[in-house]
């Protein structure tokens, strides 16, 4: 299992050495390096990675700071010279917790518990029923056949229920790789549906409760096959 990871601390030598350690494991693939958690914020608004190696005293935002930011939370193994911080840090949930200077024997220790989780997320997921959408500071359990529709709307996202609508703070991308169930199938760039509410389709678009939703030329032949069609 590869994992794409993203490293996040203020010392250059710090992000060497991690970058020269995720090079040698065979199972890491960094996707972005950066020097300060406002860059890395940024940078998963529009992307996901698996694991965050993350500094927690950095200018602006601490590492604390950022796990209270980030919209969709990835793993997080900290990595810090001051083992006073283990404490609170793993009040986050986190899945690691690696002291600085960090010895690559217990760096590849941690990296196995990382991949341990995301295979039991991976089962977890392949098998959910429900997802929880952090709306206005707490999370809201939904039901997968109570969706109807995710719909984009700039830097958020609607999310259409057989009772309700909500706003969350994320991407279309994110969401079609989070939910990871057959039911979804995003057939527009601004579109997921739920295949199991579909009322009809006509020529580019599809009804889902009285709303008309487009379908993209590129999505439509992956939709018309999954559909039990006579």
């Not at 050495?17 to 300060?36: D, H, K, P, W």
């Not at 986050?92 to 590849?108: A, E, G, V």
């Not at 959408?133 to 109807?148: N, P, S, T, W």
């Amino acid at each position: 299992m590869i994992l794409d990871c993203m490293i996040v601390d203020d010392e250059i030598m710090a992000r060497k050495s991690l970058g020269r350690f995720c090079e040698i494991c065979e199972n890491l693939n960094v996707v972005q390096i950066c020097e300060n958690a406002n860059d890395a914020l940024v940078y998963l608004t529009e992307h996901s990675v698996d694991l965050v190696f993350l500094d927690i005293e950095m200018p602006e935002l601490s590492g604390f700071d950022f796990l209270e930011q980030v919209v969709t939370l990835p793993q997080i193994i900290f990595t810090t010279s001051k083992a006073e911080y283990a404490y609170e840090a793993f009040e986050y949930s986190i899945t690691d917790f690696l002291k600085k200077p960090i010895n690559f024997s217990r760096f590849q220790r941690a990296v196995e518990k990382a991949i341990e989780v995301k295979n039991n997320n991976n089962y977890y997921r392949a098998n959910a029923k429900e997802v929880y959408l952090k709306v206005e500071g707490k999370y809201v359990r939904v039901a997968y056949d109570d969706i109807l529709y995710f719909e984009n709307a700039g830097d958020y996202v609607k999310v259409k229920t057989t009772e309700n609508s909500y706003i969350i703070y994320s991407t279309l991308k994110n969401i079609d790789t989070k939910l990871n169930s057959p039911q979804f199938l995003k057939v527009h760039r601004s579109f997921i549906v739920n295949l199991n509410k579909i009322e009809d389709i006509e020529e580019g678009t599809l009804v889902i409760k009285e709303k008309v939703i487009p379908i993209s030329r590129a999505n439509k032949s992956v939709l018309m096959n999954k559909l039990n069609i006579l």
